[in-house]
């Protein structure tokens, strides 16, 4: 069995990989675009958006592979997001980082990985968009732009994703608030005196005019 070093930040990476509530997600054709695109450039057989869990590498999009996860242990992208920079090996019959790795050794028979890092702002590696072919070759520099760009592109869909469901709960818990707070107002108006509903109307505009001013900012 290999045994995989983990990121100094692992704690805090996999808390920032459950943010994104994307693990066991349905397939989405957005990504999976990316992977097909990914495999029509560069010409290889496999493209896979991969996330990489506790224990496991599940793959968001997995074009020209049929399958949804691996372990963690024999997976390349467990080592790719040790770095930030992109992970690639031309010949791994002759690179000493997968000589040893059943994907390579055994029938799978990988010959080329080269995956881009999938990094947060908080400089958390998620996982990968990683290229696979079964023959070796080599990897240009304007290839490598190239896959960091799609790489870019798949962190763009998710933080994009992530706005708009964290967007979607603040205007849930800013509705929950005002609703409360009317209710709140009209019990103080049936009750209260005449200076008491001002005053309690002055302040309901004061909390009013605040949701208002967050909403501006949603």
Known sequence: MIT????????????????YQILDTPPDGNFDRIT????????VPIAIISMVDTDRIWFKSHYGLNVKQIGRDPGLCASAILSKELYVIENAKEDPRSLANPLVAGEFGLR??????LQTEENHN??????IDKHPRTFTADERDILKMLGDIVMDEMNM????????????????????????AVTNIEQGTESDVVSYLKATGFYMQNIQNQLNHV
């Open 126 to 131: 998620l996982g990968t968009l990683c290229i």
């Open 161 to 184: 994703r992530l706005s708009v469901r964290e967007t979607a709960m603040n205007i849930r818990d800013m509705a929950a608030d005002i609703t409360e707070n009317l209710k709140s």
């Open 112 to 117: 080329f990985y080269a995956a881009t890092p």
């Open 36 to 43: 097909a695109l990914a495999s029509f450039i560069f010409k």
């Open 4 to 19: 995989l070093e983990k990121p100094a930040n692992e704690a805090e990476r996999l808390q920032s990989l459950r943010k």
